[in-house]
Nanobody, 121 residues
Framework: VQLVESGGGSVQAGGSLTLSCVAS????????VGWFRQPPGKQRVWVAR???????DYADSVKGRFTISRDNAKNTVYLQMNSLKPEDTADYYC????????????????WGQGTQVTVSS
């Protein structure tokens, strides 16, 4: 399985971006998908996850501003980010899991290369 993220970029505070993550290869093994982010100089942290049935979950820091969704027909997961803040600046990674409801990094089998998001004040 290969994951490729896109959609990162630079935006002013209050703006929006939509990240995409396209999966290829043996996608039948993918059940849950999540987004993580790694701010400059900090550890990578979980942001959001979407289960095989479309159920979603978010970190408190992004709840109400970010929306994760998946289009199984296109093997694509999206992260719509609204009301962006400077503290959202990070490299964003999508990850795929064979588990239904994965959250910890160790539960994810496949990772993308990351896409950079910079939010200026």
């Amino acid at each position: 399985v290969q994951l490729v993220e896109s959609g990162g970029g630079s935006v002013q505070a209050g703006g929006s971006l939509t990240l995409s993550c396209v999966a290829s290869g043996d996608t039948s093994s993918i059940i849950g998908v999540g987004w993580f982010r790694q701010p400059p100089g900090k550890q990578r942290v979980w942001v959001a996850r979407v289960g095989s049935n479309g159920g979603t979950d978010y970190a408190d820091s992004v709840k109400g501003r970010f929306t994760i969704s998946r289009d199984n027909a296109k093997n694509t997961v999206y992260l719509q980010m609204n009301s962006l803040k400077p503290e959202d600046t990070a490299d964003y990674y999508c990850a795929a899991s064979s588990k239904v409801w994965a959250k910890e990094e160790s539960e994810y089998n496949y990772w993308g290369q990351g896409t950079q998001v910079t939010v200026s004040s």
